[in-house]
């Protein structure tokens, strides 16, 4: 089955910088890549994914790349706010029925 | 209500202890998750639902029994816990062909 693997597990980046999350995926079938963002006492809130067909998308400050050759895709914050400090997970979908495999998470801290 | 609502928040049980989970989905989805999340660990998929039928269980110990009366609400039945049990149960749904899951907020459990 699919494996996704996140890098790294916590971020920490000054206001206005941008911050880099990483996902390698092992099912090279694999054809939809959503990223998710947990804020404490929430559930996981989509912001943004991207399809096997397309190799970026961009929503304001948020976007997300994918190399299919390399099976790595990653999450681009620009211009990072403090209410951007949250967990960050990648997924990716197997093939087959819509089964997500998520990966670990990566903590983001934005100071001020 | 819209969204995927999870019911309680917050749950507090002993180990002999009979509870159930309740999640309700507003958006007219075709497909039902539990996930589990731990600290430190990926969001682990617990059983899928689609069209009211189970498609998958993975492995999941017997102590933990699902129920999906109708496509828009699912149940998961808790018994004989353990404190290893202890997590944030999260629901959540999707359509059959399309985009990524919608979660609720989920339900922390704590089994003491």
């Known amino acids: 089955g699919e494996n996704v693997e996140q890098h790294p597990s916590t971020l920490s980046v000054q206001e206005g910088d941008s911050a880099v999350i990483k996902c390698t995926y092992s099912?090279?079938?694999?054809?939809?890549f959503p990223w998710y963002k947990q804020e404490l006492g929430k559930g996981p809130q989509l912001i943004i994914d991207?399809?096997?067909?397309?190799g970026e998308k961009k929503d304001q400050r948020i976007a997300v790349t994918l190399n299919k050759t390399a099976k790595h895709f990653s999450l681009h914050i620009t211009e990072t706010q403090p209410e951007d400090s949250a967990v960050y997970f990648c997924?990716?979908?197997?093939?087959?029925?819509?089964?997500?495999?998520f990966g670990t998470g990566t903590r983001l801290l934005v100071s001020p | 209500e819209t969204g995927v609502t999870q019911t309680p928040r917050h749950l507090v049980m002993g180990m002999t202890n009979k509870k159930s989970l309740k999640c309700e989905q507003h958006l007219g989805h075709n497909a039902m998750y539990w996930y589990k999340q731990s600290a430190k660990k990926p969001l682990e998929l617990m059983f899928v639902y689609s069209l009211e039928e189970r498609v998958e269980n993975n492995s999941v110990p017997s102590r933990f029994s699902p129920e999906c009366p109708n496509s828009s609400h699912l149940f998961l039945h808790l018994h004989t816990l353990q404190p290893e049990d202890s997590a944030l149960y999260l629901c959540a749904s999707s359509q059959d062909e399309g985009d990524g899951y919608t979660f609720g907020s989920g339900t922390r459990l704590t089994v003491v």
């Open positions: 997924a990716a979908r197997e093939t087959g029925f819509q089964k997500l495999v």
């Open positions: 991207i399809r096997s067909n397309v």
């Open positions: 099912d090279s079938a694999s054809n939809y």
